[in-house]
């Protein structure tokens, strides 16, 4: 689920598991994915957004976080959790980015908009449209990043190449099976309508 995610991104998630694992939660909602994000300094959410400045009090309560030792366990997304972390994946993808970051994830909280994380986020000046807008023109302000798709397409081109012609070759085998097919429906037909009217001219002659 999150083998796109960058390491801010992953961090993430791993802060809004600590978060719900050390309240007593029993699973990960989209307001544990928010202070999630506001428990690390300088990540592309942080930068691009203000979040910490935004949330002062939400950000000093998880800077301990980072102080605290690892809660060991494991829980599952809540509902609104999941919609939430389904959102972010479509954001990315209707933007053509292929790894997903920080800023992706407050999109996908404020595009899921009923749950509480996303009042929150409206409540502070942040809303889907503007913040959208602010993560398309500082796109290229991301660290270099390889995309692994792009690179296998662009760098292997003889490989890619070979699929192409392979998925041809299959395609015109397909339609020649086909063909074969019709062919051979109508070569029947042909032959069925020929005993016809023998039968019916013989029987025109009796």
């Known amino acids: 689920m999150f083998e796109r995610y960058t390491d801010q991104g992953k961090r993430a998630v791993f802060f809004a598991q600590q978060t719900a694992l050390r309240g007593g939660a029993t699973a990960i909602d989209s307001g544990h994915m928010l202070l999630g994000l506001l428990s690390e300094q300088g990540t592309r959410a942080d930068t691009l957004f203000r979040l910490r400045d935004l949330m002062p009090d939400e950000a000093s309560q998880q800077a301990s976080i980072l102080k605290e030792k690892v809660v060991k366990g494991t829980i599952p997304l809540a509902p609104d959790g999941k919609r939430a972390v389904a959102y972010t994946a479509r954001e990315a993808n209707q933007l053509r980015d292929y790894w997903i970051d920080t800023e992706h994830l407050v ?51 003889v490989g890619f190449g070979s699929i192409s012609i392979l998925l041809f070759a299959l395609g015109v085998v397909a339609a020649l099976i086909l063909l074969g097919y019709v062919a ?8 069925i309508a020929i005993q016809v009217l023998r039968v019916v001219i013989r029987g025109d002659g009796v």
Request: include cysteine.
């Open 107 to 157: 999109l996908g909280i404020l595009r899921e908009g009923s749950s509480n994380a996303a009042n929150r986020l409206r409540g502070v000046g942040l809303d889907l449209n503007s913040c959208r807008s602010c993560v398309v023109a500082n796109a290229s302000s991301r660290p270099a990043k390889r995309d692994p798709v792009l690179w296998w397409v662009r760098h292997r081109p």
């Open 184 to 191: 051979m429906g109508t070569a029947f037909a042909l032959i």
